[in-house]
């Protein structure tokens, strides 16, 4: 009888892509340039996270945003992000990250100026994929160099979970 795999942490499958995909962006932007490259890549990885926002709502069988705060644990997993809830309610959703360790991982990595593209864009992305009615406000990113990512989560009132 074989013993299954462990499992990774998301932390731990964006420092495996990233050692794949961070050399890989490197060599596009040399062939066709920053933004022409960067436009790709921010591309593939939203329609990334759209796929991944979807696949999370049939996962947890509702879309509501409290099943979505449930799913906040699969981001923290092994200290990842510290999070600092401002509001949680049916319909609102407000916390700082504090700490988030994929930014510190990418500037680890000499990846810091494609974090943002990498990891952080994903999120708009990822919500419009588990519930369209959900709406993201974002306006930094420790990534970016402020001192707290500020996520703000608004449904819809009455949308169907």
């Known amino acids: 009888m074989s013993t299954p795999p462990p499992s990774l942490t998301l932390l731990e499958q964006r420092e495996i892509e990233a050692k794949i995909v961070g050399p890989l962006i490197r060599g596009f932007i040399e062939a066709m340039g920053r933004d022409q490259a960067l436009a790709v890549v921010r591309e593939v ?6 796929e991944g926002g979807a696949n999370l709502a049939n ?10 705060s449930q799913a906040l ?8 992000l510290e999070i600092s809830i401002i509001e949680q309610t049916e319909e609102t959703l407000a916390f700082n990250v504090t700490r988030c360790k ?7 990595l000499g990846l810091a100026d494609l974090g943002g593209s990498l990891s952080c864009q994903r999120d708009f992305a990822l919500i419009e994929g588990f519930n369209p009615a959900i709406m993201l406000e974002r306006t930094q990113t420790i990534m970016e160099g402020a001192p707290f990512c ?3 989560f608004q449904a819809k ?3 169907p979970k």
């Open 150 to 152: 500020d996520f703000r």
């Open 45 to 50: 990885i939203t329609n990334l996270a759209r």
């Open 59 to 68: 996962r947890l069988g509702e879309t509501s945003l409290e099943a979505f």
């Open 102 to 108: 994929y930014a510190e991982l990418y500037r680890a």
């Open 157 to 159: 009132k009455g949308i």
């Open 73 to 80: 644990e699969l981001w923290r997993a092994n200290g990842a």
